[in-house]
């Protein structure tokens, strides 16, 4: 039966190989677009999935609330006692608690030195939670040393070559604190499907010394820096510790001044290890994670795809039925049953998409390098290290085998015999319409397609030239460090003798970071101060920020060099935090009093409110303070002209300034960007499969205009005999595809719109749905079915007749 499918696979391909192609190359097309993109689904879903313990292990994270209940701030990290109090207060349930610092250090000495973003004080434990490989050392007491210190492979070759790493001594910068970690062990670099990724393990000791020693450490419930991960018992649910957490808040945390709980005020949540990379988009994270809604649209494109190429299959079977009609009554008189041509029709489709696949494969083989460097992931089309591929080309076969060849062989196999042999077969009217509606849904999915592109070009257009409220243009920022801010004012006109240097400030945060620290606030209500429950982030800088940064001063002024006043009891408000406090206007919140976390004072500004966060977020309250503390970036705002040589003047004087530590130029402007990487990946994911889309709809269309021209080549010669001119024909040929084009459009428009202001609806800050964007998509897509069905009309119509009827 097989060499029959194949036989006959061959004698259509000879006869039609035109109608063949197009089938074959469209089914190629949508699997390899496909598999592409399932690809990248399943690397997505198999995050953290390697690991032993995966589906025991557990990550702490930490929310704080409004008094009307409402989370003002969650952060995945947690306070530093949390770990091992988790541990104590649930011995029956929790087995190990381990706790990830992340910092960025200096490593290495003389000539090898070395900014590291990728560097983790952790408990010694972390081996036992996690399956990290250990390459070389013992895993279980590598970090048990004060000087332990483990290293990836590719971080032992980077430092000492050829040499072996264990047991030598590498110095460790962090910030002004200095210790020197002793190599212990070497892990294989992590799998790139982790939600995050360490290059160094070191030990919690210096982390503890830094605190002012293990009691001081454990009384600190407001420093939260810490990834903290529960590795449970088996067996055990995670629920029955969720729900005592609460009450676990309450032990450990006093209550307010006013009696109030602790946990009405914050409390802890558990986040599955498999669930962190797809779910978990809190306010702070080791590294960014992904979103299962991106994973969802990918998918949906990936399934889009493959029904316009089977829909496109199914409209070239059944518009040339008549060609096999003549077959079917042959074989049906010769003592062919339904259910034996079903069978043939559907051999025939499946061996179509096996050669289909055997396309898709190679165009993945060669577009997968760039697909793999666009989406920033590692994937391999390794059949012999993930079999389970094979399993899921052998689905997408019969998936397309059954979607595309179940109607064309239900319709073929339903010819009546009589009707074909006496030459008196036609298409009913219902296979028609049908056929029409699947055209109809085909260009319905590469509107909806192309009104996405549209969307996301026009958001991330709107995001990135927005008025932020401020001149984030032409700013540099450079690291802080001690000796720089303790002798703010001198460093800053040594800094601004360059003409190309217009000023220059310091900051706790810069625009385009998150807003992650806060105190109690209290201010002036009706002559009396109040304490304020909702969240107020805090800001430190340095006397000449505003200016820098080119905020505007609503109401009062900006703080003074020569006020005195200002660096102890001053505060600036922005317009959003006069509101949250329930001040009547900006004015009004002059001079009132005001109290912050241990400083007490006045307010004597009001900034107009600007976006310090991305516009994911909306702009929150915010108070500016003068300290004398806690500065950790330099922002340089820099003059237009010659910015390169201001540049290159910033690099030596930061040379001379401290030489051992190597500089890295930030922007701003660049910060923001990337903020929006994700959705620059989305719109490019979009715009590329919505070409592959509307490619395979041109596709279908063209073979299903080729084939109406050929059935009507006669109708054509008549019509050009009695004086009907080539426009007339391309318009009769052209406004029947023109007109099911038109009506997916309609039916695309309220889809396109729902979905988009969906995806819109993540954004605080949003361009709106607007009808140009409807209108534009509509015309582009009739636009291409035009040309696509004109130019086999034009070709119809210039045909002299006289050859035609010859023909004929």
Not at 462 to 478: P, Q, R, S, T
Not at 730 to 758: E, R, S, Y
């Amino acid at each position: 039966m097989i060499k029959n499918y194949f036989r006959i696979f061959f004698r259509n391909l000879k006869k039609s190989p035109t109608y063949t192609l197009i089938n074959i190359f469209g089914l190629a097309v949508g699997m390899a677009s496909s598999i592409l993109i399932f690809m990248f689904v399943q690397h997505e879903l198999s995050y953290d999935r390697y690991h032993d313990k995966s589906d025991r292990i557990f990550r702490v994270s930490r929310a704080w609330f409004n008094q009307d209940g409402a989370v003002s701030l969650h952060l995945g990290h947690a306070a530093p006692p949390f770990g091992p109090l988790l541990k104590s207060d649930f011995e029956e349930q929790i087995e190990l608690a381990v706790r990830l610092m992340s910092t960025s250090v200096i490593i290495g000495e003389d000539d090898k030195v070395f900014k590291e973003e990728r560097f983790f004080f952790a408990d010694p434990e972390i081996f036992e939670v996690f399956s990290w490989e250990m390459l070389e050392g013992n895993s279980q007491n590598a970090l048990s040393f004060p000087d332990g210190l483990v290293i990836s492979a590719s971080m032992a070759k980077k430092y000492f070559g050829e040499e072996d790493p264990m047991g030598r001594a590498l110095e460790v910068r962090v910030g002004s604190n200095v210790f020197e970690g002793q190599v212990r062990g070497i892990m294989a670099d992590f799998p790139d499907n982790s939600h995050f990724k360490s290059d160094f393990f070191a030990s919690m000791e210096p982390v503890v010394n830094f605190y002012g020693g293990y009691e001081a450490m454990m009384a600190n419930f407001g420093s939260n820096n810490f990834a903290t991960y529960l590795l449970l018992k088996e067996g055990l649910s995670a629920d029955a510790i969720a729900d005592q957490l609460p009450d676990f808040v309450d032990r450990h945390i006093p209550a307010s001044g006013q009696g109030v709980p602790a946990s009405l005020g914050t409390q802890l949540y558990l986040w599955p290890l498999t669930d962190i990379h797809l779910y978990s988009n809190l306010d702070s994270e080791v590294e960014p994670n992904s979103s299962i809604e991106y994973v969802y649209i990918y998918g949906a494109i990936a399934l889009f795809i493959l029904l316009i190429a089977c829909i496109n299959f199914m409209n070239l079977s059944t518009a040339r039925s008549a060609k096999r009609a003549l077959e079917v009554g042959l074989r049906k008189v010769m003592g062919a049953d339904r259910q034996l041509l079903v069978k043939q029709f559907m051999g025939e489709t499946t061996l179509m998409s096996i050669f289909a696949l055997l396309i898709a494969l190679l165009l993945v083989w060669l577009t997968l390098p760039v697909f793999s460097s666009f989406t920033g992931k590692t994937l391999s089309l390794n059949l012999v290290d993930q079999p389970e591929y094979l399993v899921g080309f052998l689905g997408l076969v019969i998936f397309v085998g059954l979607i595309a060849g179940s109607y064309p062989s239900l319709f073929l196999s339903g010819f009546q015999p009589a009707n074909v042999l006496k030459g008196t077969y036609k298409i009913g009217s219902i296979h028609e319409k049908l056929r029409a509606l699947l055209v109809v849904g085909q260009f319905a999915i590469s509107i909806v397609l192309i009104v996405a592109v549209m969307i996301v070009i026009g958001q991330l257009d709107f995001m990135k030239n927005k008025d932020l409220g401020f001149d984030k243009d032409e700013i540099a920022i450079l690291p802080a460090f001690e000796e720089f801010t303790s002798n703010y004012a001198l460093m800053r006109d040594r800094l601004m003798q360059h003409p190309g240097v217009e000023e220059v400030a310091i900051s706790s945060r810069i625009p385009s970071g998150r807003l992650l620290d806060s105190q109690g606030a209290q201010a002036e209500i009706n002559g009396t101060l109040t304490p304020i429950n909702t969240r107020i982030s805090d800001i430190h800088i340095s006397h000449t920020f505003m200016e820098a940064f080119g905020m505007e001063i609503l109401e009062g002024r900006d703080f003074d060099f020569d006020m005195a006043g200002d660096s102890t009891q001053s505060f600036i408000l922005n317009e959003s935090a006069v509101r949250a406090i329930g001040w009547e206007s900006p004015k009004t919140a002059i001079g009132r009093q005001f109290n912050y976390g241990n400083r007490r004072g006045q307010v004597i500004g009001v900034v107009k409110d600007f976006h310090f966060e991305s516009l994911h977020q909306p702009i929150s309250p915010m108070v500016f303070m003068v300290p004398d503390s806690r500065f950790n970036q330099v922002a340089v705002k820099l003059r237009k002209e010659d910015k390169e040589a201001t540049l290159r003047y910033l690099r030596e004087e930061w040379l001379a300034m401290r030489p051992d530590y190597p500089l890295e130029i930030t922007f701003v402007a660049e910060k923001f960007d990337e903020q929006y990487l994700a959705e620059e990946k989305i719109g490019t994911v979009f715009g590329f499969f919505a070409a592959l889309a509307i490619l395979i709809s041109i596709l279908g269309l063209f073979g299903l205009s080729t084939y109406a021209t050929e059935q009507r080549i006669k109708e054509i010669g008549i019509r050009k005999v009695l004086g009907a001119g080539s426009w007339n024909i391309v318009l009769l040929l052209g406004k029947d595809f023109l007109t099911l084009v038109g009506i997916g459009f309609i039916i695309a428009v309220p889809l396109a719109w729902f979905g988009m202001n969906q995806w819109l609806g993540n954004f605080a800050y949003h361009i709106s749905v607007s009808w140009e964007v409807m209108a534009i998509s509509g015309l582009l897509a009739i636009l291409i079915a035009a040309v696509t069905v004109s130019s086999q009309s034009f070709r119809a119509a210039l045909v002299n007749p006289v050859d035609t009827f010859r023909k004929e």
